[in-house]
């Protein structure tokens, strides 16, 4: 089993920065794509980006592409988040999830493991 754990997260103005981080103490974490999405209250969690066990594929949702940048580095069990330009509009809970296959998906469906999430907010 994959433990995720997710931080980074914070309060931060439009246009600012923030890198989020999804650790495991798993072994075989360079086994699992990892995918991120975030949920907004109301809303339902949507995708963000993933990227493969090898890291030769990157994707993102058009919403914050050119914004945001998918890495991992396996020996560090970690996968990272660094997102720029921050709008209002992704402020959420952000979530990292696992998957046992080579490639990462776009749907929640798709994933098996999950970490507890990390509050971003941005302000106006």
Known sequence: QVQLVESGGGLVQAGGSLRLSCAS????????????????????????????????????????????????????????????????????VYYCAGRGAVRAGFSVAEYDYWGQGTQVTVSS
């Open 25 to 92: 103490s798993g072994s075989i974490f360079s086994r699992y794509a990892i995918g991120w999405f975030r949920q907004a209250p109301g809303k339902e969690r949507e995708f963000v980006a993933s990227i493969s066990r090898n890291a030769f594929t990157t994707t993102y949702a058009d919403s914050v592409k050119g914004r945001v940048t998918i890495s991992r580095d396996n020996a560090k069990n970690t996968v990272f988040l660094q997102m720029n330009s921050l709008k209002p509009e992704d402020t959420a």
